[in-house]
Nanobody, 125 residues
Framework: QVELVESGGGSVQDGGSLRLSCVASGYIFSTKYLAWFRQVPGKEREGVASIGHYDNTFYEDSAKGRFTISRDYAKKILYLQMNSLKPEDSGVYYC???????????????????WGLGTQVTVSS
């Protein structure tokens, strides 16, 4: 059983910063791909950033140069540092682990089906 708990969301002005955290349990944290997804009401979740083997990272185009995904192996925490935030970055951000039940969402060549409950990010202009 995998449990993921996100935190760090909030409301910021255009250009502000937030750091999201995801505390993981019940999984092999160090060997799996992890990712952050964003969801806007009425739409499916979209991948924002992922981190995998050798700590290789992948970012959606809009996140490049502004967001940084990282993980703490000892504490089993996944982070997303978000700088220079824009209103279009708003949404519910979900922590995700590779694998899980059938279905899920593909991003950066991996299937993610373990999800946290999400944390809201709102960026105002």
């Amino acid at each position: 059983q995998v449990e993921l708990v996100e935190s760090g969301g909030g409301s910021v002005q255009d250009g502000g910063s937030l750091r999201l955290s995801c505390v993981a349990s019940g999984y092999i944290f160090s060997t799996k791909y992890l990712a952050w997804f964003r969801q806007v009401p009425g739409k499916e979740r979209e991948g924002v950033a992922s981190i995998g083997h050798y700590d290789n990272t992948f970012y959606e185009d809009s996140a490049k140069g502004r967001f940084t995904i990282s993980r703490d192996y000892a504490k089993k925490i996944l982070y997303l540092q978000m700088n220079s935030l824009k209103p279009e970055d708003s949404g519910v951000y979900y922590c995700a682990f590779e694998g899980g039940p059938d279905g899920g969402t593909w991003f950066a060549g991996r299937r993610f089906a373990y999800w946290g409950l999400g944390t809201q990010v709102t960026v105002s202009s």
